[in-house]
């Protein structure tokens, strides 16, 4: 399996701005979506802990990736606790995302030195979050905390944060481009960038097209 440093994560989610997120019980369908968002550019890639038996598909959709798509860093998402991040970090997770702070996952992941992104909904949070040592903080629900301005009046007084958001992108050059003025390092974006009608069908080049058009419009922006 791929490990990538902290260092290499980063810099990664930096540079291509967009982070899918992303859950199926089924494996092949999950190594289907992985494939259509590496085709499409995408090189940092959040599984979800959100079904029964998550950990077993996120096993296998490790090994395969590393062999499939050997550039990917696939990390997972939706951790709460302490031991489900470290069974993850042994199952080859390279980051760590929560909906909420937890300081016990942080001492977990810092001391296997993997990135915690933590979900966090006010800025005490997020400095708290800084103080456990998160280099990547996450604003969720984005769009319910105060969408774009939030990040903007936040970056004011706090310009050294590394903001990802997660809920509320769109994968639209408006939504998009709101987000990245604002100041984000990157986005999360999860059911927006795979339709239901697109996983029923198997339509995986439209997965990679909208992937595609998404890092263009943030990459533009950026410049």
């Given at each position: 399996?791929?490990?990538?440093?902290?260092?290499?994560?980063?810099?990664?989610?930096?540079?291509?701005?967009?982070?899918?997120?992303?859950?199926?019980?089924?494996?092949?369908?999950?190594?289907?979506?992985?494939?259509?968002c590496?085709?499409?550019?995408?090189?940092a890639?959040e599984?979800?802990n959100?079904?029964?038996?998550?950990?077993?598909?996120?096993?296998?959709?490790?090994?395969?990736?590393?062999?499939?798509?050997?550039?990917?860093?696939?990390?997972?998402?939706?951790?709460?606790?302490?031991?489900?991040?470290?069974?993850?970090?042994?199952?080859?997770?390279?980051?760590?995302?929560?909906?909420?702070?937890?300081?016990?996952?942080?001492?977990?992941?810092?001391?296997?030195?993997?990135?915690?992104?933590?979900?966090?909904?006010?800025?005490?949070?997020?400095?708290?979050?800084?103080?456990?040592?998160?280099?990547?903080?996450?604003?969720?629900?984005?769009?319910?905390?105060?969408?774009?301005?939030?990040?903007?009046?936040m970056?004011?007084?706090?310009?050294?944060?590394?903001?990802?958001?997660?809920?509320?992108?769109?994968?639209?050059?408006?939504?998009?481009?709101?987000?990245i003025?604002?100041?984000?390092?990157?986005?999360?974006m999860?059911?927006?960038l795979?339709?239901?009608?697109?996983?029923?069908?198997?339509?995986?080049?439209?997965?990679?097209?909208?992937?595609?058009?998404?890092?263009?419009?943030?990459?533009?922006?950026?410049?």
């Open positions: 399996m791929a490990r990538f440093s902290k260092t290499q994560v980063l810099t990664t989610m930096r540079a291509t701005g967009m982070v899918p997120v992303f859950y199926h019980s089924d494996l092949e369908t999950a190594k289907n979506v992985v494939k259509a590496y085709d499409g550019g995408v090189r890639f599984f979800t959100r079904g029964e038996f998550a950990h077993e598909v996120f096993g296998e959709l490790c090994k395969w990736t590393a062999k499939n798509c050997p550039e990917m860093i696939l990390g997972i998402g939706s951790i709460v606790d302490a031991p489900t991040a470290s069974l993850y970090i042994q199952l080859g997770a390279n980051f760590i995302v929560g909906p909420l702070f937890n300081p016990d996952v942080a001492k977990v992941c810092n001391r296997r030195l993997v990135p915690y992104s933590p979900g966090c909904g006010s800025v005490s949070e997020i400095g708290f979050a800084q103080e456990m040592g998160c280099d990547l903080t996450k604003v969720f629900p984005a769009g319910n905390v105060g969408g774009p301005s939030f990040v903007k009046n970056m004011a007084p706090m310009p050294w944060s590394n903001i990802m958001v997660t809920g509320g992108v769109e994968p639209t050059e408006e939504n998009l481009s709101a987000w003025k604002a100041g984000v390092l990157c986005v999360g999860g059911s927006n795979f339709p239901a009608e697109d996983l029923k069908t198997g339509n995986w080049t439209a997965i990679s097209k909208r992937c595609e058009e998404s890092l263009a419009i943030i990459k533009n922006v950026k410049k």
